[in-house]
Each structure stands twice: as structure tokens, then as C-alpha cells.
């Protein structure tokens, strides 16, 4: 069974609601194809500007027209087919509102196969919480349609749709495994864990090896398992995953019996810490990031924010390290100070889409995979903080959503060229932008139900789809769309430190 090439979706930050929504013209594009170091003295910004209230993962149709961002509640579709101007088409929230325990709560990641649209959630586990993959035809993406949903005993923090199954990291604190539906039948038809692989985790501490998250490509899942490294796992056949290798990731012989005090500490910094993978189109260059910190260890400040590496797989089996792409550098690399960690990604052609939440976005060429070549970059991490960055179907523009963590919730659009950022500001000085202190991540994460929207006729069973066509006035998500202070990435964190109790 052979599998296409998918535009995929990934985890990160979150916090805040912004005001309105509006499409913000900002500048205007300079077509060039993509891989060109073309130069050009107009200015490097935005397109475009959609103020949102809530943003997580974003993903692009395949059609090129059309993206669909996670907004903790459900999900919106946006039409993107004129950059300068992208426009909401419809908000789907409330999802499974009518299931026991429902709606499902902090849905940050969704995933596109053709014309099916995955929602997949909570991100983080919480007693008592509604936990489900659901499934909607998007073939009209002004009016997505709700299939079908499976329920699940385990929190999901990234899924994957590819050809009908569901690929979903399932958290359950000790296997961490892979599981993967058939979404027609509803049934689960398997699941792997690195432990299957490799017996020797069972002995290490599970906060060290979370399944973080899972991108399918032809007849491969790479799987994110933090200090286990990402994990090349064969599905020809999805009902009897197998291992194919190993890139990156700790010796688990080496983190067996630690204290509890250097397991928090493992978990933050580097070495290991593998976030997300995916490959380029060729399936011969592979990209993984490290979400990552530094830290205080007595009077010592050991680690740094983690960055992304390029890896030949031209044999799966057999990787090869080519280069690694360093974050940028800020003055407080802490997780209290400047996030400039690697966060969502995407390889399209010979270029590396990049976001690193207030380190902004950046464009490589990698057409050299051994010294890749930073293009372009953009950052305002005063109102920005990037949770994704993904191509376009042309090369005109590419997509980027920044949360509401220090920042404002929202949906940028890039021209896709080489350029600068005139008068960019300085992540050495700066302090990063705004942030409700006040307020914990758990109280940020319950903080009340999504306020009414008038719908345009009768909704689905499932979940209640609004257009654009009511009132500015209507148009926000409302306070409490399962936005959590900050986001999944410190989820991860409590859940390592052995914070998350509940």
C-alpha cells in the first residue's frame, strides 16, 4: 500500500485570546520559484494578517486554496486563494457536544488527507476528560460535513490521517504507543510502542520518552518519542507496524534509575527531546526538531533552546546526519525568558519552513542539505509567537500561525522569496511580549465555554459550523476555547516533572 505525500500538523504553545478577526493587508509578494536565492530590495513582511481568537496547528489543503487551523474548541477554514486578503469561510466548535463528557476540549492539532479533516484530542491528559478522533468531509470547505468519530481511552496529543486510518499518539504514561484506526470500521487495528523495539525503556522513567507526536508518509510513520529519538516504523501493512531504525535519541542504559531531580532535568534540555519529523517530498531528506530549553542546575545554566537536523534517509534503515540548523539567540533562553525553540515545520522542495515561536519564522535552502542557507526570516515577538510554518501548494506564499502564548492569535501570510526584515527587532533586548502571569496554565485551559454564534441553517449533530456571513461582533471564538496558558509544550513539561496530577 502506497500513501502520498500529506501536508501534516504538529503540537506547541498557546495562551490568550486575541480581539476581532480581520484579514490585515500588510505588504505584497514577489513570485519566484521556489529554491531561488533570488534577491529583491522590497522589504521581507507579511501578506497578510487574519486576527484570530485561538490558533494552534495549521495545515494546507491540497488544492492550494484553502487552510485549516485547530482552535482548542474545533477548527476553522480559511480561504487563502487571494494571500493578501485570506477570509474565514466557516467555524466548526462544540465538537461531539452532544457525547457523554463531550465537546471535545483542546484540540490543537488536526490533519487533511484529500477531503477528510481530522480533529484529534485532548491534548493533555485530565481526569474525567472526552477523548476522540473526529472525522469531517471538507470537500466543500465552506460547509464541512461531520462523518464519524471513535472514542478513545487515552489522551491524544497528534494525529495523522492518511488513506483512512488515523495514526494517534497515545499518552498513557507507560507504553506510549502508537495507535492506529480504521476509521470506517471505528476499530483499532494496532499499536507499537519503542518499548516494542527496544525492552531496555521500560526501565527508564516514561516522562522521558512521550509520544509527542507521528507524520505518515508513503509506507513510514516517524515517530517523535522525545529522549528516544524519532522511530522510522514500516506500516505497508498499518495492522503490523514494524521497526525500520532510529534517529537520534539517548541510550536508555544511560538514563535507567535516575533521580527525579536529573529526569526533570533531562527532560527540558538537550540532548534528546525529538518534537516532530517529517521528510521532504523525495523521502530522502529527513527533518527533525528538538523543542528544548536551558536550565538552571545549581548556579550553572546548562542547555539551550533545541534547533532542527537534516538527515539522509535515502535508506531508511541506515540514516545519515547532514547538518543542524541552530535556533536563534536571545537573551534568556530559559523556559522563563525568550522562547526560540524549534516548534512545527515543514520540507517542501528544496526549502525548510520553519517556526520558533517569538524567534519568529525562517526559510532555508536545502538544496544543499550538508549547509543549508537561511533565506528569510520575519519576527515580532511582541505580538508573534510562531506554532507552525507550512508551504503553499504554489510558490507564492507560505503560512504560519502564531498562539496567544506572550502574543496575539493569529494567521500570517509569507511571500515565499528570499528577502529582510527591515529593522527587525532584537531578541537580545527584548523580553518577550505580554503574558497573564496571574494565571496558571490550568486555570487558562478551563477558563469558561465558547461564547454563542448565530449559525447559518441547521448544524451538524456533532458539532455546531458557522459561516462568515454573521456579524463582526460574532466572529471570535470566545473566551475559553481550551486554550491553555502555555500550551503543549509545558504540558509536556508537567507531565515530565510529575506536575500533571490531574
Given at each position: ?7 501534516q500538523?504538529?503540537?506547541g ?18 513570485r519566484?520559484?521556489?529554491?531561488s ?5 522590497e522589504p521581507?513582511e507579511p ?5 484570530l481568537d ?6 494546507m489543503?491540497?488544492d492550494?486554496?484553502?487552510t ?6 474545533g ?5 487563502v ?9 466557516t467555524r466548526?466548535?462544540d ?9 471535545l476540549h483542546?484540540?490543537w ?5 484529500g477531503?477528510e479533516?481530522i480533529?484529534?484530542?485532548p ?18 470547505p ?7 468519530a471513535?472514542e ?8 495523522h490521517l ?6 494517534l499518539?497515545?499518552t ?5 504507543p502508537?495507535?492506529?484506526v ?10 507499537w ?9 521500560s526501565?527508564?522513567d ?7 507526536d ?8 516517524y515517530?517523535?518519542y ?16 514494524t521497526?525500520?531504525?532510529t ?7 544511560d ?5 527525579k ?16 519529523a517529517?521528510p ?12 528544548a530549553?536551558?536550565?538552571t ?18 535508506d531508511?534503515?541506515s ?6 540548523i ?6 534568556d533562553?530559559t523556559r522563563?525568558?525568550v ?11 528544496d526549502?525548510?519552513?520553519s517556526s520558533?515561536?517569538?524567534?519568529g ?6 538544496a ?5 542557507q537561511?533565506?528569510?526570516d520575519w519576527?515580532d ?7 507552525t510554518?507550512?508551504?503553499g501548494?504554489t510558490?507564492?506564499f507560505?503560512?504560519a500561525?502564531?498562539t ?7 494567521l ?7 528577502g ?5 527587532p ?7 511580549g ?5 494565571r496558571?496554565?490550568?486555570e487558562?485551559?478551563?477558563s ?22 454573521v456579524?463582526d ?12 496558558a502555555?500550551g503543549?509544550a ?7 516533572l ?5
Amino acid at each position: 500500500m502506497r500513501r502520498r505525500d500529506l501536508l501534516q500538523t504538529g503540537a506547541g504553545v498557546g495562551l490568550g485570546i486575541g480581539t476581532g478577526v480581520g484579514a490585515v493587508p500588510i505588504g505584497s509578494a514577489t513570485r519566484v520559484t521556489r529554491g531561488s536565492h533570488s534577491e529583491t530590495t522590497e522589504p521581507y513582511e507579511p501578506l497578510a494578517r487574519l486576527e484570530l481568537d485561538a490558533a494552534f496547528e495549521a495545515v494546507m489543503g491540497e488544492d492550494g486554496q484553502f487552510t485549516y487551523l485547530a482552535t482548542g474548541d474545533g477548527f476553522v477554514s480559511v480561504d487563502v486563494s487571494d494571500p493578501a486578503d485570506p477570509r474565514i469561510l466557516t467555524r466548526v466548535r462544540d465538537v461531539l457536544a452532544n457525547r457523554d463528557g463531550g465537546p471535545l476540549h483542546l484540540v490543537w492539532d488536526l490533519s487533511v488527507d484529500g477531503d477528510e479533516l481530522i480533529l484529534v484530542g485532548p491534548a493533555h491528559r485530565r481526569d474525567g476528560a472526552f477523548r476522540a478522533v473526529a472525522q469531517f468531509d471538507i470537500s466543500d470547505p465552506a460547509a464541512p460535513v461531520f462523518t464519524r468519530a471513535v472514542e478513545t481511552d487515552y489522551t491524544i496529543h497528534n494525529g495523522h490521517l492518511a488513506d483512512g486510518y488515523a495514526y494517534l499518539t497515545a499518552t498513557d504514561g507507560r507504553q506510549n504507543p502508537l495507535v492506529i484506526v480504521d476509521l470506517q470500521s471505528g476499530s483499532e487495528i494496532a499499536r507499537w510502542s519503542v518499548r516494542d523495539y527496544d525492552d531496555r525503556w521500560s526501565e527508564v522513567d516514561p516522562s522521558l520518552y512521550p509520544i509527542h507526536d507521528v507524520h505518515v508518509t508513503g509506507d513510514i510513520a516517524y515517530v517523535s518519542y522525545w529522549d528516544a529519538g524519532v522511530q522510522l516504523v514500516d506500516i505497508s501493512d498499518p495492522t503490523a507496524p514494524t521497526h525500520l531504525s532510529t534517529v537520534g535519541g539517548q541510550d536508555p542504559a544511560d538514563l535507567r534509575g535516575l533521580a527525579k531531580t536529573a529526569v526533570n532535568l533531562q527532560a527540558t534540555t538537550p540532548p534528546g527531546n525529538a518534537h516532530y519529523a517529517a521528510p521532504g517530498e523525495q523521502g530522502e531528506l529527513l527533518a527533525v526538531n528538538h523543542e528544548a530549553w536551558a536550565a538552571t542546575d545549581g548556579s550553572d545554566l546548562v542547555g539551550a533552546p533545541g534547533g532542527i537536523d537534516l538527515f539522509d534517509i535515502s535508506d531508511p534503515q541506515s540514516p545519515r546526519h547532514h547538518a543542524t540548523i541552530d535556533p536563534p539567540e536571545s537573551s534568556d533562553p530559559t523556559r522563563q525568558g525568550v522562547w526560540t525553540s524549534s516548534h512545527n515545520f515543514e520540507l517542501r522542495g528544496d526549502r525548510l519552513y520553519s517556526s520558533w515561536y517569538e524567534g519568529g519564522v525562517r526559510v532555508y535552502d536545502i538544496a544543499s542539505p550538508d549547509s543549508p542557507q537561511q533565506i528569510a526570516d520575519w519576527r515580532d515577538p511582541e505580538t508573534a509567537s510562531f506554532w507552525t510554518a507550512r508551504a503553499g501548494v504554489t510558490d507564492e506564499f507560505y503560512i504560519a500561525s502564531s498562539t496567544g502564548y506572550r502574543a496575539e492569535p493569529a494567521l500570517f501570510v509569507f511571500p515565499d522569496r528570499a528577502g529582510e526584515q527591515p529593522n527587525q527587532p532584537s531578541l537580545i533586548a527584548s523580553t518577550g511580549g505580554t503574558t497573564d502571569n496571574d494565571r496558571t496554565a490550568e486555570e487558562n485551559a478551563e477558563s469558561g465555554a465558547p461564547s454563542s454564534v448565530a449559525t447559518d441553517g441547521s448544524p451538524p449533530d456533532d458539532a455546531t459550523v458557522s459561516d462568515d456571513s454573521v456579524s463582526d461582533s460574532a466572529l471570535g471564538f470566545g473566551v475559553g476555547t481550551g486554550v491553555a496558558a502555555l500550551g503543549g509544550a509545558v504540558w509536556w513539561l508537567r507531565t515530565r516533572l510529575g506536575t500533571d496530577d490531574t
